[in-house]
């Protein structure tokens, strides 16, 4: 049987599972199953050395062992390449596998948001999440442990329902600017990925060391900086500025703390955005199942009231 044909096929996968077996003269067999949106395959290929840098999550090309043909299920190759190096034009969420967002529309929803961003700045969401296993965290773990979006894929669906809230808010205002909205609400709490993560002895998320000490902000702010560095991302001064602000102004923060009131209808509109988003969740999981009082959330400190639908 043979394999589609590899012109067809899309230039980069992402490793879902990878196993390396011994062969009859020393070398060694390696399978692997890939993913992409538009066509997944699993595939194999004979080796002297094991590339140990290849793991379940990253990012790889193909290269082709002469025409493709399929033996027990799996495509002959001659190898997998890593990328090591973000490119700006790959659609990250096409490289989503189902076991890490089972719900496909929120995926597209994602995916849509960063076809709208520019070139700079699809870049630097690519820069910062290149690295499989922090886009995974990114994309399935909770925004918070006891508060809104407090479940599996929470931050994601959070920081997607940010950004379309913000864009909505926009609507009209000629004074915003539409990929600092996009963008800082895709991103504005993505250093969560790192604040919580999964403890397998008690089968939930839990706060990590660095969320105890340093918090999601500060460590957004430590991507940022590391990928832009590291890959030389351009942004106009104008557009770094005006992130950075929105994703670290707060009304009414003391002034010792040092950080700034808002000053852009940006940072005004993604703060909003964030709490709308929040607060619907919450109210949601809370409401009665006909308008009045619901239950108590000790987060709120108080029973969210619904007044209903209007009577036909």
């Known amino acids: 049987m043979t394999d589609p044909v590899p012109d067809k096929l899309p230039p980069i996968f992402r490793v879902q599972t990878i196993e390396r077996h011994p062969g009859m003269r020393g070398d060694i067999l390696h399978r692997a199953t890939l993913f992409h949106e538009r066509a997944s395959l699993s595939v194999e290929w004979m080796t002297r050395h094991a590339d140990i840098r290849l793991v379940r999550g990253s990012l790889v090309s193909i290269r082709w062992l002469g025409r493709p043909v399929s033996s027990d299920g799996h495509v002959r190759i001659s190898r997998l390449v ?11 969420f ?7 967002v089972t719900d496909r529309a929120l995926v597209a929803r994602g995916s849509a948001l960063w076809e709208d961003l520019p070139r700079g700045f699809r870049h630097l969401f690519n820069a910062m999440f290149w690295e499989g296993r922090r886009f995974q965290r990114y ?9 809104h979006h407090n479940r599996l ?6 920081c997607v ?11 009209g205002q000629e004074l915003s600017n539409r990929s600092i909205l996009v963008f800082g609400g895709l991103i504005h709490d993505a250093g969560k990925a790192d604040e919580y993560r999964f403890d397998h002895a008690r089968s939930c998320f839990a706060m990590s060391d660095r969320g105890a000490l340093i918090g999601h902000r500060e460590t957004l702010q430590h991507w940022i900086a590391a990928s832009m560095a590291s890959y030389r ?10 992130l950075i602000h929105a994703l670290t102004a707060a009304k009414g923060a003391p002034v010792w703390l040092g950080l700034r009131e808002p000053r852009s209808i940006e940072a005004t509109i993604l703060s909003m955005a964030d709490r709308l988003s929040g607060e619907e969740d919450l109210y949601t999981r809370l409401a009665p199942a ?9 987060q709120l400190k108080y029973r969210p009231f619904v007044i209903g639908p209007d009577a036909p």
């Open 94 to 100: 096409d490289l989503v596998p189902h076991g890490w």
């Open 161 to 171: 329902e940010v950004a379309e809230c913000a864009l909505r808010m926009a609507e």
């Open 139 to 147: 994309l399935m773990g909770p925004s918070s442990l006891e508060h």
């Open 153 to 158: 894929n929470g931050n994601f669906r959070h």
């Open 82 to 92: 890593l990328l090591e190096r973000p490119e700006p034009a790959m659609n990250l």
């Open 233 to 242: 991302v351009i942004l106009p001064e104008a557009h770094y500025l005006g």
């Open 290 to 298: 006909e308008g009045g009082f619901g239950r108590y959330h000790k």
